[in-house]
């Protein structure tokens, strides 16, 4: 009871109550007490949510004071070293690989970011799994690399904790982690009934317990030494996890949690009773060959089951094989369930149980820097290890699960002194060997390899989800990281049974996904469980295998070796008799994954090269040798098969295993330990009869014979010739490669990066990743990594990356350097690393382009002849292979072939020949000096050449060849034999002495020979019947006949009359060539040098052949090739003229298409090439001729622009905010990359004019504010062109069937987009031309000399002059649709500035913007001023002509009242009289020095009728020059001190008198100042504050240089516009004499005053009234204004018309510091770390991508913020991935990256996580196309976003 009264009383006070009593020495009252009230807190009967239990805890935990202060107590006695953060998956973290010990080192961002890794090998990664920070571990990483907080040994200054601190905590922390365990126990219902939800519901409720475990393991050392107390104390776990007698719900609770043990084990309970009675006899014999290995043939013990039943009845296999688990197997643990005597053995029970949930998983790994808990913690996993796999075998979840499981492993089986201690005390390699084996063991079925009923074979079968979703991945991975320890991969090798188990699992993958080679049917299902295959034997055999490697490098590791091959050698023979092999490999059967072969290969080559044994020592007998070299031949053959589309019935599939195969990341696992087998066993055989089998593997034996006609029973005729070409190949490969036989490591790279480089310029990262690593885990790098930067800059060239004009992005690119194309180029090792065919043509072009271009040879050169390295003695027999008979026959009849062009014969046939003789001339056989002994029996093959050696063997005369020819074939004699005497006994003669060839009979005898050679018992090996006569051909009728041919020839010979063919020359060697040969020349080349090359070669050789070929090259005779020739003989020379005709009828075609393209680019004005000359150049030349004609570049017409068929320019409306983004500063603005920094958009040229117009509207009247400014700095409408016209009709009918194109485009069609037909430039609306007048051009263009004020009153009548309405035509409606579109293409807030929307003024703002707008982004194109004159790129496609008139016309509708029109304030004095008659109710007008002069300047040309007569045009600029000027004196005077103003005041008075005041700046600066002082000052503003901005004083000079730069923005749109009406040309000019050049130009100044600096902006005014009159007038408006503050007034007056170019965001260099700083950074909607982050690079926004959170009416957050910021246009860059992203409207592109690393590419993802750093030239680039709108042009790949991003 008394818990009851403890519960009632404030929980801090009864904490300290209890603390005391505790701390007694007597504290049992205490101890009860506490005991008391914990059984009533922690009841594991009150649900789990409460939180009441949890916040005691925490009370009693810190003892009466608050638990934030106890945390901050408790972590000042922290002695940890270690870091040990644990991060989940998706954490950004660290690792550097210079620092690292284990591959697997990772750092936390902090620990990098305050250790030292500058220059480091080091990169960023996201985690996949989840890991830890291993800072202040010297097991894992050296101590140079810990950051500062954990290289100081912290734990030796931490005083001593005071016992009483944590007292509390282990009094409470027992009950509190029992009570969680009850809560698992009760929580888990057996998975049949469960679902995942129940579980995941448990978890949920613990959520907050856990996480309180977890805030304890972060308080540092002192609290981890009492949780480790407690977990590993098994008394406590012995009296606390029983429950009571009398506690009802705990004894339930223990008996839940007994049930769940119960099939912990690998054995389950039920299998165990079944075991007794299994029936063992259909095992017997399928398991037999694991059973044996098992070293178990005793009768199944009644622990261990046999047989499972399988409930798969579809199982191919009835019952699926269980190798049984050696009884040799030292701890029972594995089999047996699992017996817990701890918390902790408990704990990871329920977490494995409930399939890993990440907070428990976090809880037990934050726990490791304890290294008490650690051991504890590795022994537990360990012995879960086989509970472990059952569950993940039967999780849902399995790819969470495995990360989860790895995350934690990975931290236990890094450190080798624990994987050490585990393997010795828990038997740890036996566990993983077994757990794997078992998990297999799943799903064997039978393999169908070879004998397809009887074998005893079982392979994994890849289609089980097991292998497909690599489920096994987690248990294979812990296995190579414990193998990569050193101490440990010496037990495993040193442990035979061990060892034998592990053979046994290899053999389950040896012959995995087997494929038959379809040959009726194509095949209906694809199966692509190829993938799982291979990566299973990659991940699963051949890791494991490089691991061990890695261990056998020196020779005191021999044994080892030994043993591993000795047992290879038993398991590929129990493998040979399980699936029932003799010596023939099943035909049209292939599989690819032979680990067992690759084993073996790979241990003997490591055996000769680094432990230098000798290779005769672990070699097998023949027989052996011939079964082992069948399944890796036969693979090469179908790789063969498979290009020659001799398998295309399987799918694309196949293709797709025979890429991987040779691929980088699996070629040296597969491919060249299989060619190295080969080596070995053609080093070791008879070469007959090893050449023999080859031929015989790639079918072709048929085709080797004389004849010119032959039948071949197993190829089609077109897959001859690449099968044959493939044979030769594959010889060459196998006698010239030497990457297993003598190359040191250094070679072996140089060799794979020149072969890489060959094939195509590689970036940095496609190089490291295409160079086959080696792929041990231990050194996680290339060989040697610190010589691969090294080796790279020996053999390659770096290129810079460049942009190509047409704006796609290059990476930094490494190239051959001339010597390596010249020495190095090794086409053979090119053909073996090339997964696409296409790959080996690549590398010959760009061959034949480096020859070409260094002008070592022209033609079409031959793949270079490659000197090899020698060969390691122990491989000296490959060498036989060149010198075999059999093989020189071979060559003899294809060069024989190649002479006589029999059909299936090429180029690559006789390349190939010519490799293998030159290979034998180089590689002499030594110890062939003297014959063989003399053979009894006589050989078909020995009467063809006398001996084995190719020297003595190429000058032998074959003179007669018996074949067996099909009737119909024309060797076939049909006249009687001859009659006379003597030539019937030569011709009898001839029959004898006839050679014979049969490849297969050859073959069949070696075989026979060596069989009864090496055993006695030949008997055994009876060859079935089928296969001899499988290969006579079907009898197909026509019958065959046995025929002679007369040849007399030998290869000699034949070398040289080949020479002959391919240089067309006869005669061409003359005898005495030889002699005066330079050999140096020789090496690159064509066939012609190849044979010279030979030749010279054998000469320098052999006196004898020398002699041979002077006497060929000088017989005399003619060198008429036998009759039977001639008739081909004509058939190459019509060929070689046929050839030569179609190469110059190519070259007429291609030149006349060369001149049209030139002719097309020329008229095309595309944004790429801004040189080319516009063919029209729109604006001068319409005005000039009389009519102006437009080309339609769809129908082709040529013809003027009518009223009833408009003409129109191909136009993209795009709605921009570029102008509204231009700041005052020239610098650019900064990104923000610190809370401190920020933007602020308040200077930008968009924001102060719209606080202009806010501020008007407030006070005038609004239709008068609509024409004092303009709008479209944000969201204005741009209009460009690709220059290109089209009938608008025509365009109607492209559109029509754009819309019917099925194909997708990157466009939208109902939206009016499409694409220029000519150029395919990006368009949306088509501008119609106004139908050119040309009559009267003259006269309203040539100047007149009419006086100011004649011309200002014609303007004004011209503006009286009332609009008529435009007679309906065609083109009026082209028009008004036009302004539809151009209205359509911005946003309704981006038009609306009225106070009463949709008004016609509204619209005629709208109007006279859109002009603006395009005036204002062509200057800025030009550079924001017109000193470069000319058209500029900008120019060329600008549409602004006919723009003008569209908007004209549409402008006319809208008449100015004329007692409104400002042109009549502008030229007259009014009286004041009318002033005064308006109410003062009536919101005045806009004055007129408030308004803004370019747009009244447009308003005025756009609304008088057109065409506009020049002298008009000069007049209103005139006039509103006047204008201009005064407000510039206005926005001066304000900027003078008080005293100052005084001074020009009076100083000016003087001159006012003067002939020249209305143009003297100083008369009318005084007059505006007395002015403006009057009635309401605009001078009243503080004048302190002007007096401390203008410290200089104003002198003349100065002034004047104000007023010029306040006027130039005025001229330079004037002119610009002139120059579009009227086609006048804009001079260029320096920046300092801009303003006279405009003021000319525009008629202001009579001609250009001589000393350029003294122009004075006032001798440009001309007045049409009293100047002085005009002025007061102008001032009086302003000063009048009643209810206006003078600092508003100020606003209005001083308007900075300078803006200066826009720019985007200046980004740091480095790209680690916006990473850092943004992606951790929260969304400003939802307060969390967005998944995507964004930042807008106009304005440095930060965005969500694609974020839910910040989605507004279904549009995400970029999108919404391009419409805001961009007027849909938007650049973003992603945090995440580097890259940006550019939206337009409804589309969007990936434009690139702007940061490169150090080898100049982008890193999309981060994926490489190296270092980035700003490419300014990409960085300008986009700015370009930003300012510019070319984003459409340039960037092709465009897609629509849906509104989603």
Excluded at 943 to 958: A, D, E, Y
Excluded at 1209 to 1216: I, Y
Excluded at 1569 to 1594: Q, R
Aim: net charge negative.
């Amino acid at each position: 009871m008394m818990a009851a009264s403890l519960l009632r009383r404030d929980k801090k006070a009864t904490a300290a109550h209890l603390k005391v009593d505790l701390s007694r020495t007597d504290n049992s009252s205490g101890v009860r007490q506490l005991q008391e009230l914990l059984d009533v807190v922690l009841n594991p009967e009150t649900p789990a949510a409460d939180t009441e239990a949890l916040d005691w805890c925490k009370c009693l935990i810190a003892g009466g004071e608050g638990f934030e202060e106890f945390c901050k107590t408790v972590r000042s006695y922290d002695n940890a070293t270690l870091c040990g953060l644990v991060w989940t998956a998706n954490f950004v973290a660290y690792r550097c690989r210079t620092c690292g010990i284990s591959p697997c080192m990772s750092l936390c961002a902090e620990c990098f970011n305050n250790g030292d890794h500058t220059g480091h090998d080091f990169n960023m990664f996201r985690s996949q799994a989840g890991g830890a920070c291993d800072c202040g571990d010297s097991n894992v990483m050296r101590e140079t690399g810990f950051c500062r907080r954990h290289r100081l040994r912290t734990g030796e200054n931490v005083p001593s904790i005071p016992r009483d601190l944590l007292l509390m905590s282990e009094m409470v922390l027992p009950r509190f982690i029992l009570c969680i365990i009850q809560y698992l126990r009760d929580g888990y219902i057996e998975s049949d009934t469960s679902t995942e939800r129940d579980l995941q519901k448990v978890l949920q409720h613990l959520e907050p317990q856990i996480s309180f475990l977890e805030e304890l393991t972060k308080m540092g050392g002192a609290m981890r030494t009492v949780l480790t107390k407690i977990l590993t104390n098994q008394q406590t776990f012995k009296e606390l996890s029983m429950g009571k007698e009398e506690n009802l719900f705990a004894n339930k609770n223990y008996d839940k949690y007994l049930s769940a043990l119960k099939n912990s084990g690998l054995v389950s309970v039920e299998e165990k009773a079944q075991g007794a009675n299994a029936d063992v006899a259909v095992g017997a014999e399928g398991g037999a060959g694991a059973m044996v290995l098992l070293g178990n043939a005793a009768p199944a013990s009644p622990d261990e089951s046999n047989k499972e039943e399988d409930q798969d009845a579809g199982q191919s296999v009835g019952q699926r094989k269980r190798v049984k688990l050696s009884s040799s197997t030292k701890d029972p643990c594995i089999i047996e369930s699992l017996k817990h005597k701890c918390f902790l053995e408990e704990l990871l029970f329920w977490t494995i149980k409930y399939e890993f949930p990440q907070k428990m998983v976090t809880f037990l790994l934050n726990m490791l820097p304890d290294q008490d808990y650690k051991i504890t913690f590795t022994k537990t996993f360990v012995q879960h290890y086989a509970f472990i796999m059952k569950t993940l075998m039967k999780s849902h979840e399995s790819d969470t699960m495995s990360n989860r499981i790895v995350h934690i492993s990975v931290q236990l089986f890094s450190n080798e002194e624990l994987a050490r201690h585990v393997t010795e005390e828990c038997q740890l390699l036996d566990i993983m060997v077994t757990v794997l084996l078992y998990m297999m063991e799943s799903c064997l079925i039978k393999s169908e390899l070879q004998d397809e009923e009887n074998s005893r074979h079982v392979v994994v079968n890849c289609s089980e989800a097991l292998l497909k979703n690599n489920t096994y991945w987690p248990l294979v991975s812990d296995f190579i990281n414990i193998l990569s320890h050193q101490s440990v991969a010496k037990k495993f090798l040193e442990d035979h049974s061990l060892l034998m188990l592990w053979m046994s699992f290899v053999s389950f993958f040896q012959g995995m996904n087997l494929n038959k080679r379809e040959l009726n049917e194509h095949v209906e299902f694809e199966s692509q469980t190829y993938y799982a295959a291979f990566a299973a034997e990659l991940e699963a055999c051949a890791q494991p295998m490089w691991g061990l490697l890695t261990h056998c490098k020196v020779k005191e590791t021999q044994e080892y070796t030994k043993t591993v091959v000795r047992y290879c050698l038993e398991t590929l023979q129990i493998w040979f008799d399980a699936i029932g092999f003799n010596d023939e490999p099943a035909p049209n059967q292939v599989t690819f994954h032979l680990p067992l072969h690759r084993y073996y290969a790979m241990f003997l080559s490591k055996a000769v090269k680094c432990q230098g044994l000798d290779l005769d020592s672990l070699l097998p007998d023949q027989e052996m040798l011939m079964k082992i070299m069948v399944h890796p031949l036969q693979i090469q053959a179908s790789l063969s098969e498979i290009h020659s589309n001799m398998w295309v019935r399987n799918g694309l599939q196949i293709k797709g295993q025979a890429m991987t195969y040779v691929q980088s990341h699996f070629c040296n696992s597969m491919i060249d330990p299989d060619i190295y087998l080969l080596q070995v066993c053609a080093s070791r055989l008879d070469p007959d009869y090893f050449i023999s089998s080859v031929f015989e593997r790639f079918k072709v034996v048929d085709l080797l014979t004389m004849a010119s006609q032959h039948q071949n029973a197993a190829l089609d005729s077109e897959q001859e010739r690449p099968m044959l070409e493939g044979a030769l190949t594959f010889l060459v490969i196998l006698t010239s490669l030497r990457v297993h036989l003598g190359m040191t490591d250094d070679e072996i790279l140089r060799a794979e990066m020149v072969s890489q480089l060959c094939m195509n310029d590689r970036t940095h990262s496609a190089l490291l990743d295409l160079i086959p690593e080696n792929p041990n885990p231990k050194s996680g790098i290339v060989p040697g990594s610190c010589s691969f930067e090294e080796m790279l800059s020996a053999v390659a060239d770096f290129k810079a990356p460049v942009f190509e004009p047409g704006g796609s992005m290059q990476q930094g690119m490494y190239t051959p350097k001339a010597e390596v194309w010249e020495k190095e180029f090794d086409p053979i090792m090119v053909v073996l690393r090339t997964v696409y065919r296409r790959d080996v043509q690549s590398a010959m072009d760009r061959y034949s382009a480096f020859l070409k271009q260094s002008g070592l040879h022209t033609g079409n050169p031959w793949p270079p002849y490659k000197e090899r390295t020698a060969l390691h003695p122990c491989y000296k027999g490959l060498t036989k292979l060149l010198h075999c008979k059999t093989l020189h026959i071979v060559i003899f009849t294809l060069l024989y072939k190649v002479w006589m062009d029999h059909q299936n014969m090429s180029e690559h046939v006789l390349c190939m020949v010519m490799y293998l003789i030159e290979l034998g001339l180089d590689n002499q056989d030594q110890d062939n000096k003297q014959e063989e002994e003399p053979c009894i029996e006589e050989h078909c093959h020995d009467s063809w050449f006398p001996g084995t050696n190719l020297l003595s063997n190429l000058h032998h005369v074959i003179n007669f060849v018996r074949v067996r020819v099909p009737e119909t074939a024309p060797e076939v004699k049909r006249e009687a034999p001859p009659s006379t005497s003597t030539e019937a006994s030569s011709y009898g003669q001839n029959l004898r002495e006839a050679q014979v060839f049969s490849l297969v009979a050859e073959r069949r005898r070696k075989f026979q020979e060596i069989i009864n050679r090496s055993n006695t018992e030949a008997a055994q090996v009876v060859r079935p019947k089928s296969s001899s006569t499988r290969w006579v051909p079907p009898g197909t009728p026509p019958q065959l006949v046995t025929e002679i041919l007369e040849i007399r020839e030998s290869m000699l010979s034949l070398l040289i009359k080949l020479h002959q063919k391919l240089s067309s020359k006869q005669n061409y060697l003359s005898p005495s060539w030889l002699d005066d040969m330079d050999t140096s020349r020789h090496t690159h080349g064509d066939g012609i040098t190849a044979i010279e090359r030979i030749l010279t070669k054998a000469a320098a050789r052999s006196c004898q052949i020398k002699r041979s070929i002077q006497d060929i090259c000088g017989k005399t005779c003619p060198p008429v090739p036998p009759k039977k020739n001639s008739p081909s003989d004509k058939k190459t020379m019509d060929k070689d003229e046929r050839r030569q005709r179609a190469r110059e009828r190519q070259q007429k075609l291609l030149a006349e298409f060369a001149s049209r393209q030139k002719s097309f680019m020329e008229t095309a004005m595309d944004v790429e090439s801004p040189e080319t000359e516009a063919a029209m150049d729109l604006g001068a030349s319409e005005v000039m001729e009389s009519e102006v004609l437009y080309d339609c570049v769809i129908c082709g017409q040529s013809g003027p622009s009518t009223e009833d068929r408009p003409t129109g320019l191909v136009v993209l409306l795009q709605a921009s905010s570029v102008l509204g983004h231009r700041c005052k500063n020239q610098e650019a603005k900064k990104l923000p990359t610190s809370d401190e920094e920020h933007i602020y958009a308040a200077d930008t040229c968009g924001v102060s004019h719209d606080v202009v117009l806010t501020l008007m509207q407030r006070f005038f009247k609004d239709s008068s504010c609509l024409q004092s400014v303009s709008i479209g700095w944000d969201g204005g409408v741009y209009v460009q062109t690709c220059g290109h016209t089209l009938h608008i009709d025509c365009h109607k009918s492209y559109m029509e069937s754009l819309r019917n194109d099925q194909v997708l485009q990157g466009f939208s069609v109902d939206k009016g987009e499409f694409t220029c037909p000519l150029c395919r430039q990006f368009a949306n609306s088509v501008l119609p031309c106004r139908p050119g007048r040309g009559t009267d051009a003259g006269a309203w263009h040539s100047p007149s000399n009419k006086k100011t004020l004649v011309l200002v009153k014609e303007v004004g009548d011209l503006q009286e002059r009332l609009a008529l309405f435009p007679t309906e035509s065609n083109l009026t409606k082209e028009m008004e649709l036009v302004i539809k579109d151009v209205k359509n293409t911005t946003q309704r807030k981006y038009m609306d500035y009225g106070k009463n929307p949709g008004s016609p003024d509204n619209d005629f703002l709208f109007m006279y913007s859109v002009a603006r707008t395009n005036l204002e982004l062509e200057l800025v194109h030009r550079g924001g001023n017109l000193c470069s004159g000319g058209a500029s790129a900008a120019a060329k496609r600008s549409c602004l002509n006919q723009l003008f008139h569209v908007l004209a016309m549409h402008m006319r509708l809208y008449s100015i009242d004329s007692a409104y029109n400002p042109w009549t304030k502008l030229t007259q004095v009014i009286e004041r009289r009318e002033a005064d008659d308006f109410d003062d109710d009536e919101t005045p007008e806009v004055p007129m020095l408030f308004r803004d002069i370019p747009s009244l300047l447009i308003i005025f040309v756009l609304t008088m009728p057109q065409p506009l007569r020049k002298e008009h045009f000069t007049c209103v600029v005139k006039m509103l020059y006047n204008l201009q000027f005064t407000q510039a004196l206005a926005a001066l005077s304000t900027k003078f001190s008080p005293e100052e103003r005084q001074a020009w005041s009076t100083s000016g008075a003087l001159k006012k008198n003067a002939a020249n005041a209305e143009t003297s700046f100083e008369a009318l600066l005084s007059h505006v100042i007395s002015e403006l002082s009057k009635d309401k000052s605009v001078y009243k503003v503080n004048a302190e504050e002007t007096s401390m901005l203008m410290s200089g004083v104003w002198s003349p000079l100065s002034i004047e240089f104000s007023l010029q730069q306040l006027c130039l923005p005025f001229l330079r749109l004037s002119c610009l516009l002139q120059h579009h009406l009227y086609g006048d040309t804009l001079t260029g000019c320096l920046e300092e004499e801009e303003f006279p050049s405009l003021a000319v130009c525009l008629g202001l100044l009579a001609s250009a005053p001589q000393p350029s600096n003294n122009a004075h902006s006032a001798s440009c005014l001309q007045w049409a009234a009293d100047a002085f009159d005009l002025v007061t007038q102008w001032c009086a408006e302003v000063t009048g204004l009643s209810q206006m503050q003078a600092e508003q007034s100020l606003t209005l007056l001083v308007q900075e018309p300078e803006w200066a170019a826009p720019r985007l965001l200046q980004l740091p260099d480095n790209y680690n510091v916006i990473f850092q700083y943004y992606h951790r950074k929260a969304c400003t909607a939802c307060k969390k770390v967005p998944k995507d982050p964004a930042l807008c690079l106009v304005c440095g926004a930060f965005v969500c991508l694609k974020g839910l959170c910040c989605k507004q009416q279904g549009i995400c957050e970029c999108v919404l913020h391009s419409q805001h910021c961009g007027a849909a246009t938007g650049i973003f860059l992603l945090i995440n991935a580097s890259v940006i992203i550019i939206i337009r409207g409804h589309r969007f592109c990936l434009w690139g990256s702007v940061y490169l690393d150090a080898h100049g590419e982008e890193d999309r993802d981060l994926r490489r996580g190296k270092p980035l750093f700003l490419c300014e030239e990409r960085y300008r680039v986009l700015e370009q196309q930003w300012v510019s709108h070319t984003f459409d042009h340039i960037n092709k790949r465009w897609g629509p976003h849906y509104n989603g991003l």
